[in-house]
C-alpha cells in the first residue's frame, strides 16, 4: 500500500484509467471479431460496413491515448487488406 497521499491518488487514478481502457480494448476486439465473421461468412457488404466500424473504433481509441497511432494505421491496413482480397477474389 502507498504510503504517500499523492501515491494514493495515482493508484486511484491508475485503476480508473485502466477499467476505462480495457473497455475499449474490448470493443476494439469486438468489432474486429464481427468483421472477420462477416468476411469468413462471404458477406462482403457487411463486411465493407464493418471495416468502416472497427476504422472509426480504432481512431477513437488512438484519440483516447489507448493505442499508439502507428498500431491503429497498421491494424486496420490489415484488415483493408483482406477484404480487398475477398473482393477480388469473388
Known amino acids: 500500500m502507498p504510503t504517500h497521499k499523492s501515491a494514493e491518488k495515482r493508484m486511484r487514478q491508475n485503476a480508473k484509467r485502466r477499467m476505462r481502457n480495457k473497455g475499449v480494448r ?5 468489432q474486429t471479431r464481427k468483421f ?8 462482403l457488404e457487411a463486411a ?7 476504422e472509426s473504433t480504432y ?14 494505421s497498421r491494424k486496420v491496413s490489415r484488415l483493408a487488406k483482406r477484404l480487398s482480397e475477398a473482393q477480388s477474389g469473388e
Not at 26 to 30: K, P, Q
Not at 59 to 72: F, L, M, T, W, Y
Open 59 to 72: 481512431d477513437r481509441a488512438v484519440s483516447k491515448g489507448v493505442i499508439p497511432q502507428k498500431r491503429a
Open 26 to 30: 474490448s470493443t476494439l476486439t469486438t
Open 36 to 43: 472477420r465473421e462477416a468476411l469468413e461468412n462471404g458477406d
Open 48 to 54: 465493407t460496413t464493418q471495416l468502416r466500424n472497427v
